[in-house]
């Protein structure tokens, strides 16, 4: 292949990229973007288990400074996200960066993939949000969504109604019971009630762990507390 024609297929490439976002269809992306919420955040600096998708574009892979946990794999590929790498990423993230920690499979489907893209392009820009209606989230179940930048909000637990204020925690055999500052009591089996801590603006008050549900059928939840301190003394052990 000569110079010239490796140049003009290069330029093909590039164009055939570049309008895989102008392509795609934002709506249709909105509902893709539902399997993604369970993980990445559209509001700036929100991470959750992935790192925020907010200025996305042109931002070097395992570079976003308020998430620590990328894995050392992205930290030293030497990506730039555009439509390009971002489709080679969405369609298999171990074949564009082998060894990154993402649980993603990745899709398929060019059209979803461009229509995801198309959604992304809009929802992470900088600004005042674009009205995107409600959606149903991913992994986690039904999760409002709000504007463009809502994607993957989780509760703010600084002051909790009191039905969701964790007043006190017992364990016994493979139970754990719950007691809200309502006085209502819930039973959750062991294997069901995550312990968990959020030390962000977000998370609860000290000494005030929040209680979430985490199940479609009621049946599993989330205590969260304001650092790992809290959560021995908390506890305890009664039958």
Not at 26 to 46: E, K, T
Request: hydrophobic residues 35%.
């Amino acid at each position: 292949m000569n110079s010239r024609h490796a140049t003009a297929v290069a330029i093909l490439l590039v164009i055939g990229a570049k309008s895989l976002a102008a392509e795609g269809n934002p709506a249709r992306g909105q509902h893709v973007f539902d399997a993604c919420a369970a993980c990445h955040s559209l509001q700036p600096d929100q991470n959750m288990t992935g790192p925020s998708l907010a200025d996305l574009w042109n931002r070097k892979a395992g570079s976003l400074p308020s998430f620590t946990r990328y894995s050392p794999a992205l930290i030293s590929a030497n990506i730039v996200w555009n439509d390009k790498t971002l489709d080679d990423w969405i369609a298999d993230p171990q074949n564009l960066v082998p060894g990154n920690q993402m649980t993603f499979a990745g899709i398929n489907d060019a059209r979803q993939r461009a229509d995801l893209l198309a959604f992304l392009k809009k929802a992470t820009q900088p600004g005042p949000s674009v009205a995107q209606g409600g959606a149903s989230g991913g992994m986690g179940g039904t999760r409002g969504m709000g504007g463009m930048t809502g994607g993957g909000q989780v509760p703010n637990l600084k002051n909790s109604d009191a039905q969701n204020r964790v007043q006190a925690i017992s364990h016994c055999k493979d139970t754990y019971t719950i007691t809200t500052a309502n006085g209502q009591t819930r039973k959750f089996w062991e294997r069901n009630l995550r312990i968990k801590t959020d030390s962000s603006g977000d998370g609860p008050e000290k000494n005030a762990p929040a209680l979430v549900g985490a199940g479609m059928m009621g049946d599993r939840a989330d205590v969260i507390f304001a650092d790992p301190s809290e959560i021995s003394s908390f506890i305890a052990s009664k039958c």
